[in-house]
């Protein structure tokens, strides 16, 4: 069974940076890509960035600039590095792994923008 767990989140103020981590435990084969998505209240879920088994990675293009998606191959963490935050950035921050036609989720790391 294959488990991601998120980590990082909390509060920062605007302009600050964040570092997301997801460790993930299981088996991974056949991993195709991993990806970060978002929810802010009253919205919809939306992917943030996602980056494939092979190391390429996309970006929300608003999001570009500001978010990066890398991994750590070695121990199968993929990380979220978030600059120059703002309170709309304020979401649960999801983990997604998608390995053959399963999607694998983790519970959510909470990010909170304000002064």
């Known amino acids: 069974q294959v488990q991601l767990v998120e980590s990082g989140g909390g509060l920062v103020q605007p302009g600050g940076s964040l570092r997301l981590s997801c460790t993930t435990s299981g088996s991974i084969y056949g991993l195709l890509h991993m990806a970060w998505y978002r929810q802010a209240p009253g919205k919809q879920r939306e992917v943030v960035a996602t980056?494939?088994?092979?190391?390429?990675?996309n970006t929300a293009d608003s999001l570009k600039g500001r978010f990066t998606i890398s991994r750590d191959s070695a121990t199968n963490t993929v990380y979220l590095q978030m600059n120059s935050l703002k309170p709309e950035d304020t979401a649960v921050y999801y983990c997604n792994a998608l390995i053959g036609v399963r999607n694998y989720w983790g519970q959510g790391t909470q990010v909170a923008v304000s002064s």
């Open positions: 980056i494939t088994r092979s190391g390429s990675t």
